[in-house]
């Protein structure tokens, strides 16, 4: 599988560091041959057709940015939206960061790779938050897949988890602490009795909150993951403006000392459930599963034979995230090969 | 797809319940048709080539014990192995109790089930933790599948996250609170300031607990549980015999109450790691996801790549476990689907 990175990032070096690792270790293992043929950044692309090798990766990734001055495969100035057009691939990997604005430059990127017939595995939360539904018809009307499981919950499975996982039951509702910063804040407050707006400032200096916060802490994020849960798990066809959405900027230490005398805490929840879809900050028990602390995320499936399932793990993190987008293109050429079998 | 149900318990019930919903509901969502074809309990059997009704099936339901007495299906003294050996079927659903000294009468069930062509699910223990090994091998030889999601987790799919959601990750180590009914004498000695006795006997009133309780609290169950994920998950091919047990009969309040003060619980873990396998009481965090309270279980993961990933659900219950029984089912059936295509 030839597959174009666009974004280097993080978790884009994640991603060429695991596939790398395939190359050599076990690629045949899941009878996945991935090649990297180029990678697009802001400041141009790398290309080379044949597959850049793993030492090849290695010292692009030593080198960090500006890719595209590399004397043998750069390409100054070239564009991603050029890359996706003119590269022969199979499959694009978009990871540039999060705009849930207008959701560019990705949701023209996964345009893009649709109309040239290539599938996508994203990271990218914008492009499904605003056009979920619209992005999912497309693709199929490209015969081609999209794939977003790093979206949710990082590096744990949980959009796998519900659709391969509870087959034969069926699930009621959603809930879950989709936003590790959020949840380290909360559960800050509560542990070390301070206000929102100390737990905050120590969330920014450990690195687990932007400058600008406004994403995490007003539940955009939660809410771009709800969106993605309710189209991809419940077949609810909404995008981001149905979410009823409140932050968690209101919370005090005096409202969690107080439910902290009912043995319950707050969190912020994103929920799913037959009433709509929305992000809150609601009291829940100690004793629940959900109830989580640190930058942990957890999911709640309320079923309807299994009672709560619930799945606990990191919700973020560069190695994580880049793992998730293996499982993606793994899972892509799984469908691909049962789709020749057919 | 034709079913032989043997043993009509709880679990048995729940299972013509769920299969004769599907009848009516929903039994294309998943291309599958079931059909019971016959029903074993230790008074005889009821046959009918086929299929019986989702009207019939409801009124044995009702009529509960002693069916081989039904005038028209009826076939009184026949034991599950003529059973078995005689009706033709795709698969045998083996449901009988469980038994860790022989495990009979359910490893003949099983055993002559795979010599007769047919696919076995089984919610019993007691063959998989005595044979594990064998039996795989055995069902290869034979070309059929085995499953047993019910035995671990109950309705909670754990065996299933393992192999399907973790995909392209390596699995480290595996931890599990795996038995409902310490976890709740644990828990309630703990909440409720009580004698490791006195929760027992309030378990044993509550149903959670037999009146012979050694299975649960002497760490058999568990260590039967920690033998599948052994073999299923980490392809480590041991038996009850190797597994390291040491139960709860010497868990004292006093030592709870010492626990505590580090926000610390004890809980008997099973555990799967490079050092092998064991099930024993050990101290854990408040804050861990596994430290879950009451009947519920949970199992956490321990990955390359993505880090701890927790898994935390119901561990038993008729209901629950019948719907593991028919996830098994569907596995099958998409199993067999892609082989015709292959």
């Known amino acids: 599988m030839r597959i174009i990175l666009v974004g280097y990032g993080v978790v884009g070096k994640g991603v060429t560091s695991i596939l790398a690792k395939r190359y050599t270790e076990k690629n045949t293992s899941y009878g996945f041959n991935p090649k990297i043929v180029a990678i697009a950044d802001v400041d ?3 290309i080379n057709s044949r597959g850049f090798s793993s030492e090849k990766l290695e010292t692009f990734k ?5 890719l595209s001055t590399d004397a043998e495969f750069g390409n100054p100035g070239m564009s991603a ?7 022969e691939a199979e499959a694009v990997v978009e990871l540039t960061p999060v705009n849930i604005k207008n959701a560019e430059p990705a949701l023209s990127h996964i345009t893009k790779a649709f109309k040239t017939g290539k599938h996508v595995v994203t990271t990218n939360k914008g492009p499904l938050a605003l056009a979920m539904p619209a992005l999912t018809e497309l693709a199929e009307h490209n015969n081609v ?3 977003f499981s790093g979206t949710v919950g990082g590096g744990t499975p949980m959009l796998e988890f519900a659709k391969r996982c509870l087959v034969g039951d069926k699930i009621l509702a959603i809930k879950g602490i989709l936003n590790g910063t959020t949840n380290y804040i909360l559960s800050e407050m509560g542990q070390s009795c301070i206000s929102f707006q100390e ?22 994020d939660t809410a771009c993951k709800v969106v993605i849960l309710s189209n991809w798990i419940m077949g609810k066809k909404v995008t981001l403006k ?4 409140t932050g968690i900027r209101k919370i005090t230490l005096e409202m969690l000392q107080d439910t902290a005398k009912r043995c319950n805490t707050i969190k912020l929840v994103g929920t799913i459930d037959d009433s709509g879809v929305s992000v809150k900050p609601i009291e829940i028990s100690w004793t629940n599963p959900l109830c989580v602390s640190g930058v942990l995320n957890a999911v709640t499936f309320q079923t309807e034979y299994a009672a709560d399932q619930t799945l606990i793990g990191r919700g973020a993190g560069g190695v994580e995230t880049a793992n998730a987008v293996l499982r993606d293109l ?3 050429r799984h469908k691909l090969a049962s789709k020749l079998l057919s």
Chains 1, 2 share one sequence.
């Open 330 to 332: 793994l899972d892509i």
């Open 44 to 46: 141009g692309a790398i």
């Open 199 to 220: 737990a905050l400032t120590n969330a920014q200096k450990l690195g687990y909150a932007e400058r600008e916060p406004s994403m995490d802490i007003d539940g955009f």
């Open 145 to 147: 897949f999209l794939r």
């Open 62 to 66: 030593q080198k960090g940015y500006q």
């Open 242 to 245: 149905d979410v009823d959405i």
């Open 81 to 87: 939206l050029e890359v996706i057009e003119e590269v």
